[in-house]
């Protein structure tokens, strides 16, 4: 008895689908490092308002 083999057309769509997937990935990472992550440590530098959180003279 012979093995089912899939069909190549089969075998050509998950290498498609896989590489959809491995070419997203890239895209997100590049839309992360790119933009993301500039945005997010420009916001660890924000300057605090320390006058109205922790008034230095009664109010």
Known sequence: MTDAQ?????????????????????????VYFTVNLPAQQALLHAPMNTGIIYPKFPI
């Open 6 to 30: 899939p069909p190549d057309v089969m075998k050509k769509l998950v290498l498609f689908i896989i590489g959809i997937a491995i070419l997203g990935t890239i895209i997100a990472l590049a």
